[in-house]
């Protein structure tokens, strides 16, 4: 074959080196319907492949639209909160690879590491523990998350 015949039949097999790869699907994850509040203007969670962006998390105690008066019983309603929020997207706890924890007063620190400690089966994924001002609703903790899902054994 003459080589610019063979330039020409390798030119039009190869695929063009400007193809992009197509863009995962995104998916949203909505609030529940809040029994007596306006909906809020940003979703629980948003799904891009196989990867979860988690937004920030509060411990709301259902019976009074606020943060729970205790911080342990706070702390277990935020991560109660993430678990479902990941649960309704198809993921688990176990698919978390970065967590960040607001936190009003970082005295709590332990209070809180005793809760999250007992969310996860054998590895922890990373964090931030940032000590902030005010967060809303009275709240001591945010926990805002991103997870990714993975082949569990």
Do not use: W
Not at 1 to 10: D, E, I, N, V
Not at 43 to 60: E, F, K, M, P, W
């Amino acid at each position: 074959m003459r080589p610019a015949l063979l330039l020409a039949a390798l030119a039009l097999a190869a695929p063009p080196a400007f193809a992009a790869p197509a863009a995962p699907e995104r998916s949203y994850i909505e609030h529940p319907p809040a029994p007596n509040g306006p909906a809020l203007p940003f979703s629980d969670a948003v799904r891009l492949g196989d990867t979860l962006y988690v937004a920030g998390h509060i411990g709301i105690d259902p019976r009074t639209g606020n943060a729970a008066a205790a911080p342990e019983a706070e702390a277990r309603l935020v991560m109660d909160g993430v678990k479902r929020t990941l649960e309704r997207a198809g993921f688990t706890m176990d698919d978390l690879v970065s967590v960040t924890v607001y936190c009003t007063d970082l005295s709590l620190y332990d209070t809180f590491n005793g809760i999250y400690g007992g969310c996860f089966h054998g590895h922890h994924p990373a964090r931030a523990f940032i000590g902030i001002g005010k967060l809303v609703r009275g709240a001591h903790f945010e926990v805002q998350a991103v997870a990714v899902r993975t082949p569990h054994p």
